[in-house]
């Protein structure tokens, strides 16, 4: 055997071992930077909300926490991925529903998102009675996908 011939094969298995470790689903993994993922969602949410019960708000930090809601929000959808639910042997709230009926799943994204845009565009505007409402709107689309996709019987905070 040449060491060409060697040094060839050699490289050709890590190429392999790279593509396998690529695409088999670390499920333990995306659990995790879903649970963080939420975690940053509801410190926004908090955020804005704790400054919103007060009678003069500063209007400065809640565009702020509605900023970064509005731009975490589209990436959602990507921390359920195929392979990622109860099934996958991790610890998780997420039901099998959103995996088995991704159409109604998909509606409560949409849901989400557009409450999430709207509730920034009003928070940019400096107006908090108006943040207020547009909050309480999106609140009701975070409830909303808990009701039908999470399973919140474990759930202690
Ligand atoms: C489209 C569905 C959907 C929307 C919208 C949604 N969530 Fe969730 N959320 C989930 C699911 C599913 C879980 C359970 C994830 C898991 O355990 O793997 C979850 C979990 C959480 C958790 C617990 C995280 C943990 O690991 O302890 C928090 C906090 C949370 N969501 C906050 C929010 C807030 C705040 C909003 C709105 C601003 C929101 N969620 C919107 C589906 C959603």
């Not at 939420?38 to 209007?59: I, N, V």
């Not at 900023?67 to 195929?82: I, M, R, S, W, Y």
Request: charged share 25%.
């Amino acid at each position: 055997m040449s060491l060409n011939w060697t040094l060839r094969a050699g490289a050709a298995a890590i190429v392999l071992a790279t593509a396998v470790s690529a695409y088999a689903l670390d499920a333990a993994s995306v659990e995790k930077a879903r649970s963080d993922y939420f975690h940053s969602l509801g410190k926004a949410m908090k955020g804005a909300g704790d400054e919103l019960k007060k009678p003069e708000p500063s209007m400065a930090d809640v565009k702020a926490f509605a900023a970064t809601l509005d731009k975490l929000a589209p990436e959602l959808a990507t921390h359920f991925p195929a392979g990622s639910g109860p099934d996958a042997g991790i610890k998780t709230e997420a039901k099998a529903d959103i995996w088995s009926r991704p159409a109604d799943f998909k509606k409560a994204v949409d849901a989400f998102t557009t409450a999430a845009h709207a509730y920034n565009a009003a928070a940019q505007t400096g107006d908090a009675g108006a943040t207020r409402t547009a909050r309480m709107a999106l609140g009701k689309t975070c409830g909303g996908c808990h009701d039908s996709f999470r399973n919140e019987e474990h759930h202690n905070h």
